[in-house]
């Protein structure tokens, strides 16, 4: 009896927090502001070699095992119920070395308000590397930072392996960009019994490494040509760093659990 109460205490706390993030994005009752929220989907399947960005909200959201999905631009995935990741998400390097857009990897976050399964694959990209471009149009610069990922759920589920990109090289005596940070909400469940899914991942240090941050990006080497400024080599970047703490909900759901026995 105490376990059912207990189930159904963390369902209306679910619910209630769901509630009260709609409501907020919708700007509360009495808001006059005319800031539309997007129609909630019932149900999102990416498949095949599907490309995204941006918001992508839904009551369900799976990636299905085979599929490649490649992440374009900063992108974020919302399930209000069930974000399921079978398949692998490839985050894309930045690759213009006519340096016409930012040089950093786009950043991916994974939400559910409920439940989130991790038994894919996520690879962060590489930032700009200036060491690729002309040097006379990046003295000085800072490499492109990589992929930061963000894992967040009540109930996480971790079997998989999620890797967050690397800095790119800085320019003549620039700093190297910053590796990506990886960062996990949720208290996970990992199991690692079986063979990785994914064998062709050659990072994949199976099983010690499943959570692995970005490295960081070198710096330029010095070149006196472009003025005495530029003469000593830049620093390297900051590595990225893997961090994981408890959802707000898991926590109240232990309290619960405590209370009752």
């Not at 631009?73 to 692998?88: P, Q, R």
């Not at 240090?205 to 005495?228: E, I, R, S």
Request: proline share 5%; aromatic share 4%.
């Amino acid at each position: 009896m105490r376990i059912a109460t207990i189930a159904t205490l963390f369902a209306s706390m679910l619910s209630a927090a769901c509630l009260s993030q709609e409501v907020a994005s919708s700007g509360g009752p009495d808001s006059h502001s005319e800031t539309a929220v997007a129609p909630l989907e019932p149900s999102v399947v990416l498949a095949g070699d599907a490309r995204i960005e941006g918001l992508i909200r839904a009551k369900s959201i799976e990636i299905p095992a085979g599929a490649t999905v490649y992440v374009t631009s900063d992108c974020v995935l919302h399930a209000t119920e069930m974000l399921s990741i079978y398949g692998k998400i490839v985050c894309m390097d930045v690759d213009d070395r006519a340096r016409l857009s930012s040089g950093d990897a786009p950043s991916l976050q994974l939400i559910s308000d409920r439940t989130l399964t991790m038994r894919g694959v996520v690879l962060g990209g590489a930032g700009r590397d200036l060491r690729l471009t002309d040097p006379t149009t990046c003295a000085g610069l800072k490499g492109g930072n990589g992929t930061s990922v963000t894992l967040m759920a009540p109930d996480l589920g971790f079997f998989g392996y999620v890797r967050a990109g690397n800095g790119g090289g800085g320019g003549p005596s620039g700093e190297g960009g910053d590796g990506g940070n990886l960062t996990m909400v949720g208290d996970a469940i990992s199991l690692h019994e079986t063979d990785p899914m994914y064998s062709d991942v050659p990072e994949f240090d199976y099983p010690h490494k499943m959570l692995v941050g970005g490295n960081a990006g070198a710096g330029g080497d010095g070149d006196w040509q472009f003025g005495d400024e530029y003469g000593a080599g830049g620093d390297g970047g900051r590595a990225g760093g893997v961090t994981q703490s408890a959802h707000p909900l898991s926590k109240k759901l232990m309290v619960l659990m405590e209370s009752a026995r």
